[in-house]
């Protein structure tokens, strides 16, 4: 049974290890997204810029959207993306883009948009996880300081007692 669940479970924390660093990534490459566009390069042009300069999941990620989008439209490749990552921010950061692309709006401040609320929304998550962490702490730190605060507390009453008798 072990060896059939092993695969799975390995194969599931790896998944949640390329989302993980996907969500990551994400911010600095959309700024490396924001400055090629204003450089004057084209929306595939930074995706394969992002794929290039940057390390991880990110670029492998982004480079593979820029080859599907030169064989397709940018709007199924962006989709594509957002159906293999499953990361909020991933899906949310190429709805945006889609829509701008319906709209005619600025990529690039869409794309600088994006990157700092994607960054709020992970500084928001990590003080959560530090205010759940207290909480969790709390538990096993009594337990193992109660019983040496007890025993300092007793230590004289039975040392007294010693003594009396």
Not at 4 to 12: D, E, G, N, R, S
Not at 26 to 51: H, N, R, T
Not at 56 to 74: L, M, Q, T
């Amino acid at each position: 049974v072990a060896g059939l669940a092993a695969p799975q479970a390995w194969l599931l924390a790896r998944r949640a290890e390329w989302r993980d660093e996907l969500d990551r990534q994400l911010p600095d490459a959309l700024d490396l997204m924001a400055i090629c566009i204003s450089a004057g390069s084209s929306f595939e042009g930074a995706l394969a810029s992002v794929g290039t300069r940057m390390d991880g999941a990110i670029a492998e990620a982004f480079a593979r959207v820029a080859k599907e989008a030169a064989y397709s439209s940018r709007s199924e490749a962006l989709l594509g993306l957002a159906e293999r990552a499953q990361v909020n921010s991933i899906t949310f950061f190429t709805a945006s883009l889609v829509q701008a692309e319906r709209a005619g709006s600025s990529l690039v401040d869409i794309i600088r948009m994006q990157a700092q609320s994607v960054r709020t929304e992970r500084r928001l998550r990590v003080d959560d996880m530090t205010n759940k962490l207290s909480t969790k702490m709390l538990f096993p730190m009594l337990l193992l300081m109660l019983p040496s605060i007890i025993m300092l507390m007793l230590a004289p009453m039975v040392l007294q007692l010693g003594e009396f008798f």
